[in-house]
């Protein structure tokens, strides 16, 4: 069974501070893809990472996929109360069309102004 | 476009009583998945179809059916509702591209209470 874990469960934090969430498995995975998610709403593609080490940017939030491609991490510069919600990653196992996405248990993430 | 849609919103059941829960997209998508969250387990695939007349099982499929009868359509049927199946569940769609790097576009989900 392939397993994500992501660290911390929950954030809270004031507003300005700088955050990490970490995606961790032993598993080698096709892509990684982080969520957010407001409460009462479906999940929101925020990115996706797909070369080991790969590093992209959205904003104040850089993503960057482990070497091995086994782990993330989600960093948030300067954050703001608009950042609060449950961001989630999400591991792709296998390419062709019916390939799964693994997702581990989500950060909840408050920020305070 | 509307995107992935999911009625109910809300619903109560009681222990024993069946539903079906209607999800459609109008994105012309050839996928489409149903998952449950629970708190502190993410969400898990319980049923996908790649296509219409095309279904398979995911991660947690007991107690849950599907049918794809249109590629617009995907309903999920809980035969006999348990207090096990309280949960949030979302319907999921995406393209028949390269799955690693098509995006999952998710309803608003459906939240269901069995006591």
């Known amino acids: 069974t392939q397993l994500l874990e992501q660290s911390p469960q929950f954030l809270s934090i004031q507003e300005g501070e700088n955050l990490t969430v970490y995606c961790n498995s032993s598993s080698v995975f096709s892509s990684l893809q982080w969520y957010r998610q407001e409460p009462g709403e479906g999940p929101v593609l925020l990115v996706t990472v797909v070369t080991g080490g790969e590093v992209k940017k959205l904003k104040r939030l850089t993503f960057q996929f482990g070497d091995a491609r086994k782990d993330s991490s989600l960093h948030i510069t300067a954050a703001q109360p608009g950042d609060t919600g449950l961001y989630l990653c999400?591991?792709?196992?296998?390419?062709?069309?019916?390939?799964?996405?693994?997702f581990g248990q989500g950060t909840t993430l408050q920020v305070k102004p | 476009n509307a995107g992935v849609t999911q009625t109910p919103k809300f619903q109560v059941l009681k222990t024993g009583q069946s539903m079906t829960l209607q999800c459609a997209q109008d994105?012309?998508?050839?996928?489409m998945s149903w998952y449950r969250q629970d708190p502190g387990m993410g969400l898990r695939l319980i049923h996908y179809?790649?296509?219409?007349?095309?279904?398979d099982q995911g991660e947690v499929p007991n107690g849950y059916n599907v049918s794809r009868s249109t590629t617009e359509d995907f309903p999920l049927r809980l035969l006999s509702a348990a207090p096990s199946q309280t949960s949030v569940y979302f319907c999921?769609?995406?393209?028949?591209?390269?799955?690693?790097?098509?995006?999952?576009?998710f309803g608003p989900g459906t939240r269901l209470l069995v006591l």
């Open positions: 999400a591991g792709a196992v296998g390419t062709s069309n019916t390939g799964k996405l693994i």
């Open positions: 999921a769609s995406r393209r028949a591209g390269y799955f690693p790097q098509e995006t999952q576009y």
């Open positions: 994105m012309n998508h050839e996928y």
């Open positions: 179809s790649v296509g219409a007349g095309i279904t």
